[in-house]
Structures are given as structure tokens and as C-alpha cells.
């Protein structure tokens, strides 16, 4: 195989490598590291030997995700504050031109599914990504992880019940999401108390993640009358740590229309809601300047 063919074949499977090392990781940069990894092995590989280059790439990048969840996941117990996922840019584009298939990978990158995967173990996590995400033949699963194929299965259905427990049931209209939280930021930004409780759900959650290097509640505000205090008292003391020209912009993260506050240009806040029946039914807020360096690019 030429160089050139190396190169290229990689850089096809590489949308796929990502989203498996993402979604296995939560993190932008991890899932870049891994996929860089994988290059390397695959540039060094025999690929006389290699007959499906898709599979062969899906196993290393699998198994280099979970080498690198099991180092990282000690480093989160320590984290400060809710752990939230790094926003993550989902413009599928012409790529994915199934709406079916387009909403399946938009639910499996979402910030609320995502949350609810840090509970399953390495190997879980592999198994519901691989076959729910990605529509993995359980065989093929069994052979990425060097398990059998029974056991693969038992763990597809552990890991299932388990997110098919925890996860929200959410269905929302993308115009909705959107006038939802253009009404949101408008009540916030009038220090409208009354508007902003008109917007949520009896028992809205609200989760910053802030790592302890920004201003966000250390804690999950939950109940309308305490978020919407919360949120109206964050609007009149001014919402950035310091000064500067802000804006904002829409852009699809994680399979959902999000709001980009920029301060000076730069990511300053990454705004999602959920809404459940027309009403926003959790807020995330990340301000994590580490996990928003992938959003300046």
C-alpha cells in the first residue's frame, strides 16, 4: 500500500476513529490524543495483513480509549464541582444524510447521555458505543475487545438498561430549543425574574462546570424558584469575571443548537438547554476554559 493510500484510507475512517474515541472519553483533546495514537499504529502497521481497515482502525482506537478512560477517570474523581463533557462541534453535514442515523449519533453525543455514560465501566462504555452509536455487529464488538461474543452481549445489556434508566426522554423541536433559549437569554439578560420563571420546568436543573477555574455553582441547582434566582442574580451582577465586549452565537454542539458567549472574541460560556413539553427542563453550563480552547479554532 503506497503512502499515500495510508494516509488516505486513515483520513477517511477518521470522522468514525473520533467519534468512537469521543464519545468513549468526553473530552475533545483525550479523543484527539487517541486518535493521533492510532495513526501511529496504523502508519506502522503490516497492512498486507490488514483486510478491513475500518474494523482494524475501530479496534485500536477502542482499545487505546480505554486505556486512556481508566488513567483519566481517577484524575476526575478529584474534579471541582459537576463534571460536564467538552463541548463538541456535531455539524454532521452531508455526511450523514439519514435523519434516522442523524438522530441516533445527535442523542449518543449528547451532554445529558454522555453524563450518564461516566457511570459505566471502560468496558461498558465500549460496548453501548460501538453498538448503539455505531450499529457494531455484536461479533465484531467481541472481537475489538477480545471477549466472547456471549459476553459482549451481557454487557450490551447491562449497559442499556442501566442509560435506558438514567437518560432523559427528550424530543425537542430544534426551532424550539432555540426560541426557547433566545427567550432565556433575553429574560436574563433584562433581569426579567418573571420571564425567566415562565421559561422552566417545576423542577429544572441547572449544572456548571466551571473545574474551580471560573465562576459557576459548585453544586446542581435544582426547583424553577432557585434556578431562576439563581440565574436572575448572575444577570444583575454581570455574567464573565471580567469585563469586556461580549457576543453571542449559535453553533450545533453535541447534537444540539447551543449558545457561544464570547468575550472579546474569545469562548468565555457554553449555554445548552432541554426542553420537555415547552418548557426547559435542564440547563448546562460550561465555563471551563479548558474545555472550551477546541471552540476558539
Known amino acids: 500500500m503506497a503512502t499515500e493510500s495510508v494516509t488516505d484510507v486513515f483520513e477517511e475512517h477518521r470522522p468514525v476513529l473520533m467519534g468512537v474515541a469521543y464519545r468513549m472519553l468526553g473530552r ?33 482506537t477502542t482499545r487505546l ?16 464541582g459537576p463534571w460536564l463533557p467538552e463541548p463538541y462541534v456535531t455539524d454532521f453535514g452531508p455526511t450523514v444524510p439519514d435523519t434516522a442515523e442523524r438522530a441516533v449519533l445527535a442523542e449518543s453525543v ?42 459482549v452481549r451481557q454487557l450490551a445489556g447491562r449497559a442499556r438498561k442501566h442509560v435506558e434508566a438514567r437518560r432523559p426522554r427528550y424530543d425537542v423541536d430544534p426551532a424550539e430549543r432555540r ?21 422552566l420546568a417545576p423542577d429544572v436543573r441547572l449544572v456548571g462546570d466551571s473545574g474551580g477555574k471560573a465562576k459557576a455553582p459548585l453544586r446542581v441547582i435544582e426547583s424553577a424558584d432557585k434556578v431562576g434566582r439563581f440565574l436572575h ?13 461580549l457576543a453571542f452565537r449559535f453553533v450545533e454542539l453535541n447534537g444540539a443548537e447551543s449558545l457561544l458567549l464570547l468575550v472579546d472574541g474569545k469562548p468565555d460560556s457554553v449555554f445548552q438547554v432541554d426542553v420537555v413539553e415547552g418548557r426547559i427542563q435542564s440547563i448546562y453550563i460550561i465555563r471551563n476554559p479548558d474545555k472550551l480552547v477546541a471552540l476558539a479554532r
Not at 495514537?37 to 490488514?50: E, G, K, N, P, T
Not at 442574580?233 to 465586549?245: C, N
Open 179 to 199: 426560541d426557547l433559549t433566545e427567550r432565556f437569554l433575553a429574560a436574563a439578560s433584562e433581569g426579567d425574574l418573571g420571564g425567566l420563571m415562565s421559561l
Open 233 to 245: 442574580g448572575v444577570a444583575a451582577k454581570g455574567v464573565t469575571d471580567a469585563g469586556g465586549e
Open 65 to 80: 480509549a480505554i486505556d486512556r478512560l481508566r488513567h483519566v477517570q481517577s484524575r476526575r474523581e478529584a474534579y471541582v
Open 110 to 151: 449528547s451532554l445529558a447521555v454522555l453524563v450518564v455514560l461516566e457511570s459505566l465501566s471502560p468496558l461498558e462504555r465500549a460496548v453501548f458505543v460501538l453498538r448503539e452509536a455505531f450499529g457494531f455487529p455484536f461479533a465484531e464488538i467481541a472481537h475489538t475487545l477480545d471477549r466472547s461474543e456471549a459476553a
Open 28 to 60: 475533545v483533546a483525550d479523543a484527539e490524543d487517541v486518535v493521533q495514537d492510532a495513526w501511529l499504529r496504523w502508519s506502522a502497521a503490516d497492512h498486507a495483513q490488514v483486510r478491513e481497515p475500518r474494523a482494524y482502525l475501530v479496534r485500536v
